[in-house]
């Protein structure tokens, strides 16, 4: 069994606990819960398990509580409150300000082609300015591609609560090693669905049927709650599609 490697807030990081970065050009990349301290200080600003990816050379603070506070480049799912002329004012949760989509902010938006979205419209979108002294702007296009990759407006479906760290375990790209996590992969084999994930604590459900939207909801839900292992996990996914 792997030994978490626990931090407090504002007690430094040795350098033997960060990637190497000598034999690439690389900056050392920080996500959420650590800050620099010049010169060369780094130090976690929560407490949680200190997560490292060696091959994108970044390192984040992993846990499980507290309030999303937007970040530079993660994905979320927004809820339209309400539009202006050129923008649409999305919430991101209860405890932050509105978030600002500029209505050409989409693949191949132009004025006559713009999507017209109505408030409660859900959009799963990128953070493309996120500073404490203004609102979040968003964008459902990727800026190097000009394709919406996923990103845009999610219709039908359910929209559900999640904690944000298991927003965070289902967007890691192995699920299984690194998050841990096999429910996914359980539910795919059985029944089609598709999912979108924000890191705001949002997942969006679409098993085109009610009972089968349900289902993965419970799972998903029920994994996170119970902090289920792997055959765990499978065996709730087995009891869950014997109920529909």
């Known amino acids: 069994m792997s030994v978490l490697d626990i931090v407090l807030p504002g007690d430094p990081i040795s350098h033997d606990r960060l990637p190497p970065t000598a034999n690439s050009s690389a900056p050392l ?64 949760t209860p405890f932050t300000s509105l978030a600002t989509l500029p209505q050409l902010a989409f693949a191949g938006a132009t004025r006559k082609t713009r999507p017209i979205l109505s408030p409660g419209s859900l959009v799963n979108a990128r953070v493309s300015l996120a500073n404490k002294h203004m609102e979040p702007e968003l964008e459902c296009f990727n800026p190097s591609t000009g394709k919406a990759n996923g990103l845009g407006e999610l219709k039908g479906g359910m929209l559900v609560d999640i904690s944000l760290g298991m927003a965070r375990r289902l967007l890691m790209p192995d699920t299984v090693g690194q998050a841990g996590l096999v429910v996914l992969e359980e539910l795919a084999d059985k029944i089609p669905f598709e999912i979108a994930v924000g890191r705001n604590g949002k997942m969006w459900v679409d098993a085109r049927d009610i009972r089968r939207t349900l289902a993965v909801r419970k799972a998903i839900i029920e994994t996170d709650r119970n902090v289920l292992g792997l055959q765990e996990q499978k065996q709730l996914v087995k009891k869950i599609l014997k109920a529909i």
């Open 29 to 92: 990349k920080l996500g959420p819960g650590l800050r620099h301290l010049p010169p060369d200080t780094i130090a976690p600003t929560r407490a949680g398990e200190l997560c490292v990816d060696r091959k994108k050379k970044a390192l984040w603070v992993e846990h499980n509580g507290g309030r999303y506070i937007p970040n530079l480049g993660d994905t979320v799912l927004a809820t339209v409150h309400h539009s202006s002329q050129d923008f649409y004012h999305c919430a991101i």
